[in-house]
């Protein structure tokens, strides 16, 4: 199913521009040919005509273009595989936990990350 | 704070810098011969796991719950590596670095401040790895792998009450205003780099004793003791452990076998040379030049 808003590929196709401005390498034909893909079809994708690649494509996008993995995969409604079997090992406990920081400013998230707790030596 | 990712200690200091972040890896190394020659840097065999000592709170030591951090497993006479890596941006840190809290570049007793003369931390980047104990100009004695008890290791030799073992590093992050004006006149450093070369004329548990001669520039402090943030500093134990008590804490095998004959083999051939940066490198410790080598203690 084709996302109704194509924030998967304006995004792409926005971040792929910019670098293309500066560096010719990132033509939509080089950039499908890096992570293996007809470059119809990346177009497709970034005018939204057709739905986001696999995980494993997005990774190599995210890679190629310099941009965070999680964040495409969030772009596009996917979660990264790693992501889902921790999710998967404690389901009721990390839905109860995104649910709790869904509101959360960034700096609040940030004091939750864990820490290497330092001692007293 | 510090964050245990990817088995790297991941520094990063948001309350200063979003740029200042430091990775932090251990990584396994040959051991080279202790025959008084100067050997190049040893083939790599990947980054020791690393787990929070907070996960097995009812299987380490109590000690090593008091004094936090991670541990790793090493086999005896192993080799290790502190390896930096550091982002594009390149945020300079200046890093403590001790095994048994005995100070890998100068011999002296942890503290948690940075001194300057004889400089007690390295900088990164540009240092890029430390793979011993600073014994002399461009010269480190291999970290090795020693169970406490047997005398071998620095903290053994050189501290009135040795109980520590293990690794500590300490990361103090540039201060923010100078790595803005680093980053807009980087030529600016470089002519600091000098004035500092003139400042500095000198330069069960398992601990870390002392291998054979590695060639490796410590490099000096090329931007001047005032730029680093020593009221913002990291620091974290490093708590060394066999693989029998790896086994008996974590209930795992421990993920790599040592290295065998035919890694050394291999190795006699892919020993490659480092080009070094003209940067002024650290003088050494005549203090941990002293001591004695895991070789000649076997010697006795």
Redesign the interface.
């Given at each position: 199913m084709i996302p109704k808003e194509n924030v998967f590929g304006e995004f792409v196709r926005e971040k792929r521009l910019a670098l293309h401005k500066e560096d010719k390498n990132y033509s939509l034909r080089k950039v499908a040919m890096r992570i293996q893909v007809e470059p119809s079809y990346l177009s497709k994708v970034e005018r939204g005509e057709q739905p986001p690649p696999s995980e494993a494509k997005i990774v190599l996008l995210a890679e190629d273009l310099g941009e965070d993995k999680d964040v495409l995969l969030a772009l596009s409604g996917k979660v990264s595989s790693d992501i889902q079997e921790v999710i998967r090992k404690r389901p009721a406990l990390f839905a109860q936990l995104i649910r709790d920081l869904k509101d959360m400013p960034d700096n609040a998230v940030?004091r939750i990350?864990?820490?290497?707790?330092?001692?007293?030596? | 704070?510090?964050?245990?990712m990817n088995d790297s200690?991941c520094f990063s200091f948001?309350q200063v810098h979003p740029d200042a972040k430091l990775e932090i890896s251990f990584i396994r190394t040959l051991r080279i011969p202790d025959d008084g020659a100067a050997y190049p840097d040893p083939p790599r065999l990947g980054a020791f796991p690393m787990v929070?000592v907070?996960d097995y709170e009812n299987s380490v030591p109590a000690q090593w719950?008091?004094?936090?951090?991670?541990m790793l497993p090493m086999y005896q006479s192993e080799a290790l590596l502190v390896q930096f890596g550091f982002g594009k941006t390149r945020y300079p840190f200046a890093v403590k670095l001790a095994a048994g809290?005995i100070n890998a570049l100068t011999g002296d007793a942890w503290s948690n401040d940075l001194t300057p003369y004889p400089q007690d931390y390295a900088v990164s980047p540009p240092q890029e790895e430390i793979s011993g104990y600073c014994v002399g100009r461009g010269v480190v004695r291999q970290f090795i792998a020693m169970p406490l008890g047997l005398g071998s290791t620095a903290e053994e030799q050189l501290a009135d009450n040795p109980k520590?073992g293990g690794v500590?590093v300490c990361a103090y992050p540039m201060k923010a205003e100078e790595f803005e004006r680093f980053s807009k006149s980087p030529d600016e450093f470089e002519v600091m780099s000098g004035v500092n070369e003139e400042q500095a004329p000198f330069h069960a548990k398992m601990g870390l004793g002392l291998g054979g001669l590695l060639g490796q520039d410590v490099k000096l402090d090329p931007f001047g003791y005032d730029v680093w943030d020593r009221q913002n500093r990291?620091?974290?134990?490093v708590h060394l452990t066999d693989s029998a008590l790896w086994t008996a804490v974590t209930g795992q095998d421990p993920p790599a076998a040592p290295p065998r004959a035919m890694h050394y083999n291999l190795a006699g051939l892919p020993y490659h040379e480092e080009i070094y940066a003209p940067t002024p490198v650290h003088e050494g410790s005549r203090i941990l030049g002293k001591l004695r080598t895991i070789e000649a203690q076997a010697g006795d």
């Open positions: 940030l990350i864990r820490e290497v707790r330092d001692g007293n030596w | 704070m510090i964050e245990l200690l948001p929070h907070d719950l008091e004094w936090g951090g991670v809290k520590y500590q990291s620091r974290c134990f």
